[in-house]
């Protein structure tokens, strides 16, 4: 089993950034990627950010060239760099990792942006 915790949400004004954190534990060898997805009221969960074990990332393009996502394999972090923040950025935003069978996925972070 994976558990994945989240941190670095919180309220910003529009312009703003932010950091996410999400940290894994358990059977990490069998992570293939992990993302962060986010989920705004009324609308469905979508990807924002994936990174494999590789490397190799990919963004939805509503956030391409705002926001960056990394790892550090040593502290077995992912991190959301999140610039230029939008109020619809506005979201719940969880990470997930990519496992055989089911994937893992953390409890999720609220970011609020103000305009």
């Known amino acids: 089993q994976v558990q994945l915790v989240e941190s670095g949400g919180g309220l910003v004004q529009a312009g703003g950034s932010l950091r996410l954190s999400c940290a894994a534990s358990?059977?990490?060898?069998?992570?293939?990627?992990m993302g962060w997805y986010r989920q705004a009221p009324g609308k469905q969960r979508e990807l924002v950010a994936r990174?494999?074990?590789?490397?190799?990332?990919n963004y939805a393009d509503s956030v391409k060239g705002r926001f960056t996502i990394s790892r550090d394999n040593a502290k077995n972090t992912v991190y959301l760099q999140m610039n230029s923040l939008k109020p619809e950025d506005t979201a719940v935003y969880y990470c997930n990792a990519d496992l055989p069978g089911v994937d893992a996925w953390g409890k999720g972070t609220l970011v609020t942006v103000s305009s």
């Open positions: 358990g059977s990490i060898g069998s992570i293939s990627a």
């Open positions: 990174i494999t074990s590789g490397g190799s990332t």
